[in-house]
């Protein structure tokens, strides 16, 4: 059977490795230090981060990048969005010539703003660039790891190397789809985390049903307008990479990033919702970089840039949805749906 | 102040009468006997449909077809899909020259499987067949009638008969775009109720977050191929007419096709479901019409032919669900998202 490095041990990482150990893969997972790996093993479960699912004989835990990664039909990142700079740094001299890397995590890097594959090739050899490629898509990571159904995307510039990493992750309760537009599946993996925001705020102002399905279906809209402009394929947004990763946060009560903007529509400082999370949920930094790559593309982002005002500039909740509502309203007078949308005029 | 003549004092016609009423628009709210017009007169309340909603004095309900159509800026028609053609045929030679036709019933008629603008296309003198236009989107009744935020498409093959309707109905709190693909929106308002039925299945067979969300996105998909085999613009399937109202399902405790799902899924027999329920939910009948027009036009849904098989052919819903499940596993060892879903390869 095929061996699997991820790197990263927090819920993702150890539930694709419990996942991919179940199938019959041997699964090294990696942790930063020598102690975290032996707690690991001994108790066979990761208790800090997905407890109660207990590995399979199949998973193992290492802190040393060399065992992990040697052998390793693919080398997956599972690591925040924040710390895939720093992480592929110190896994880069191990990586074998034609293994895939696959990014697992979902953000934009803060001051860069750039997407994770971007970050990972401009730290490792140019040789092994085209080995990149990303998985997206909804997935909570405790169903992931129970075996209950989920499907997920892979996308890489060369079909081949997605279809690799296809072949060695694919299984009947998590299947794995290839595609080429990587631009669409990291933007919209990152990206759905400010909708994310934006639903928990309609959420906690106690807005109603009509008014989240347009929030989130205008969302998604404006989502794929900055996508579109910087080269995606506007339909990845309707697939399993962003919407149906919108879809996960709307039905599942274990979204952080809906949690955060619930809690910031009830009068909760950020300060003080952040400080009580063990992570910081990724669309708090991704709402900063959305709205400056939004500036540069020249895309019109109305939630998003209210987004940002409520976390970073003290705009109260109440009037940001008030804001937005009253902009989609006054276009309401007069306005065509491809018009409001842009490339709902030039798709299709 | 502007006229409006509402076909139809079920909950949905009876919500647009109080938030166009409460805007400041005349309405008359057509029933089929002078009884139900005094009952709902004298009560000012529509309390078998939609208790609980005062009405504005703007509005009024007359069982006098002339009397409700005379001098109105716009005609709705807001009754069940299986009955759109006989209310057309009763007040068909009362409509006037240039005032819009709204119909506002999501379905496809068993037999033809027509959509509604066709039907009432066919039962009109030709010269009022510009008239007609669709609307459609998330709009649960109680939440429009109670001014919490909705927003619609409205769609016309002349963009300026969706405006004219546009003008006379869009406020703060009931936002209405314009669009010309009639087909995409009455397809998806139509369909969507098809996947609302899925994803109570889904439901009621426990199945997880991400594999609902596989599902829905998956479904749209479905839908959205049809769609595109039959003229839609498939990013139309992205908007609200469509995505907007699949979210309003998964969201709403209130969906009744979704309701049928989950009683479905707990073993309940199709006929003791229905016959507990005041009206038939359009997707029982629009499940046979799509599958009927999937056929036709070469369309691939699997979702949709499994929902036909656990509703007409008694199959039963855990193994329409293992199978739909078994038919995605079997493509994601190999395939890429773009040739699951052909028209993803397409668009964009």
């Excluded at 299984?171 to 994310?196: H, M, P, R, Y």
Aim: glycine share 8%.
């Amino acid at each position: 059977m095929s061996r699997v490095a991820i790197i990263g041990s927090a819920s993702w990482g150890t539930a694709l490795g419990i996942a991919l150990a179940r199938k019959g893969t041997h699964v090294k997972l990696w942790t930063r230090t020598g102690e975290e790996a032996n707690k690991l093993n001994k108790e066979k479960e990761n208790t800090t981060f997905l407890p109660d699912f207990h590995f399979p004989f199949r998973l193992w835990a290492t802190s040393s990048v060399e065992e992990a990664i040697e052998g390793a039909a693919a080398v997956i990142l599972a690591v925040p969005a924040q710390s895939v700079r720093q992480n592929i740094q110190l896994i880069g001299n191990y990586l074998a010539d034609s293994v895939p890397i696959v990014s697992a995590s979902k953000g934009l890097e803060l001051d860069t703003n750039k997407r994770m594959s971007q970050v990972i090739a401009e730290e490792i050899a140019p040789h092994l660039q085209p080995n990149i490629c990303v998985l997206s898509g909804p997935s909570i990571a405790q169903e992931a790891a129970m075996e209950s159904h989920s499907a997920v995307v892979i996308a890489a510039n060369n079909i081949a190397v997605a279809e690799k990493v296809q072949q060695v992750m694919s299984q009947s309760c998590f299947c794995t789809f290839t595609t080429t537009d990587v631009i669409g599946v990291e933007l919209g993996g990152a990206l759905k985390n400010v909708i994310a925001l934006g639903v928990g705020i309609a959420e906690g102002l106690g807005y109603g049903d009509n008014a989240k399905a347009a929030f989130i279906t205008y969302g998604l809209a404006e989502i794929t307008s900055l996508g579109v402009a910087m080269g995606a394929n506007p339909l990845t947004f309707t697939g399993l990479a962003c919407l149906g990763d919108i879809i996960v946060t709307c039905f599942s009560p274990s979204s952080r990033n809906r949690d955060v903007g619930i809690k910031l529509a009830k009068g909760h400082a950020l300060e003080d919702i952040l400080s009580s999370l063990p992570h910081i949920p990724e669309g708090i930094a991704t709402t900063i970089a959305a709205r400056q790559l939004a500036r540069r593309m020249g895309a019109n982002m109305p939630a998003t840039e209210r987004i940002y005002r409520v976390l970073y500039e003290g705009l109260d909740p109440k009037i940001a949805a008030t804001e937005l509502i009253e902009y989609y309203a006054d276009k309401s007078y007069h306005m065509s749906e491809s018009k409001l949308v842009p490339h709902l005029a030039s798709g299709g």
